[in-house]
T-cell receptor, first 110, second 114 residues
């Protein structure tokens, strides 16, 4: 069945540091891949997505590239801000329901 | 425009009682989903509605859980004879289509079973 594995947190970084959150997946067929973000006290929001191999999703300075050969969709940002502190979820969809990873908590300190 | 809304935002109930959780999807969205977010299990898919088709109930954890969607819009998730392990945040999402389309999530209902 489909599954997503993402690195455990919490991740603590200083402002302006480089961020990588690893995500790998197992799926049949050709899933779409997503990163969702949950800011403190708020609901889940779509951060970015990629629907086929080698696609790069990007938004708010975050990027992730759909790598079929390594079944990965790692999230990166070149310079994090305090406002990026949140929980990040990697997810896949090969139909309609989303399969989520466990989430990675990110804390950015000034 | 208005996003997905859910009510109540918090619900505390005694073990054995029934609860109803409500979801108002984004107007015009034909697909509606329920998920559960708990510390132990992470985010789990529960049920999916698409238009007037029969729902996919494959994620419901037991027959104490049921959901309906009236008029293709508002949905109610019902949990009968609640147990402590039902304590979680119940999230509703909607999308304009079902297949690989962006899902918009509501703020969730935090259910605590005492």
């Amino acid at each position: 069945g489909n599954s997503v594995t993402q690195m455990e947190g919490p991740v603590t970084l200083s402002e302006e540091a480089f961020l990588t959150i690893n995500c790998t997946y197992t799926a049949t067929g050709y899933p779409s891949l997503f990163w969702y973000v949950q800011y403190p006290g708020e609901g889940l929001q779509l951060l970015l997505k990629a629907t086929k191999a080698d696609d790069k999703g990007s938004n708010k300075g975050f990027e992730a590239t759909y790598r079929k050969e390594t079944t990965s969709f790692h999230l990166e940002k070149g310079s994090v801000q305090v406002s990026d502190s949140a929980v990040y979820f990697c997810a896949l969809s090969s139909g309609y329901a989303l399969n989520f990873g466990k989430g990675t908590s990110l804390l950015v300190t000034p | 425009g208005a996003g997905v809304s859910q009510s109540p935002s918090n619900k505390v109930t005694e073990k054995g009682k029934d609860v109803e959780l409500r979801c108002d999807p984004i107007s015009g969205h034909t697909a509606l989903y329920w998920y559960r977010q708990s510390l132990g299990q992470g985010l789990e898919f529960l049920i999916y509605f698409q238009g007037n088709s029969a729902p996919d109930k494959s994620g419901l954890p037991s027959d104490r859980f049921s959901a309906e969607r009236t008029g293709g819009s508002v949905s109610t998730l019902t949990i009968q004879r609640t147990q402590q392990e039902d304590s979680a945040v119940y999230l509703c999402a909607s999308s304009s289509r079902g297949l690989n389309y962006e899902q918009y999530f509501g703020p969730g209902t935090r259910l605590t079973v005492t």
